[in-house]
């Protein structure tokens, strides 16, 4: 989990930032695991690359439709049960990349443990 700092707390106030710095972290173990999503129509990373300095608590309709390829194939694909197939990880992975909506504190640290539980499941 990413420890934050006095600067990154998380309040009404400063959310958004932390939230902003929680991406960044993504984005940086997606790249040191080296995991690509070349199989797929969006890459995830390249997405929210484009997109981190810009989330606000509105969110566009391009990240809603990424959001929804995403969940479609999981569904598609038998995968929302499925923790162990590595196509259905990097999906998880790349939902986990992209959605970022939740509101309190709480959540958030919900979604930092599910995304570190999914990147360990990458590893097997």
């Known amino acids: 989990m990413i420890t934050l700092d006095k600067r990154n707390k998380w309040d009404d106030n400063n959310k958004l930032n932390v ?3 929680f991406i960044k972290y993504q984005i ?10 070349s199989e ?3 890459d995830p990373i390249a ?3 484009e997109k981190v300095n810009k ?3 509105k969110y566009p309709k391009d990240l809603e439709l990424a959001q ?10 038998n995968g ?15 939902i986990c990349l992209i959605t970022h909506n939740y509101q ?21």
């Open 40 to 42: 797929f129509d969006i």
């Open 19 to 21: 939230i902003k710095v």
């Open 80 to 94: 929302l049960s499925d923790m162990r197939t590595k196509t259905i990880i990097k999906v998880r992975l790349a």
């Open 47 to 49: 997405f929210i690359k």
């Open 55 to 57: 989330i606000d608590f």
């Open 68 to 77: 929804e390829y995403f969940w479609d194939f999981l569904k598609k694909n």
């Open 104 to 124: 309190t504190e709480e959540e958030f640290k919900e979604y930092q443990e599910w995304f570190i539980e999914v990147l360990n499941n990458a590893r097997l």
């Open 28 to 37: 940086e173990c997606l790249e040191k695991s080296k995991i690509s999503f």
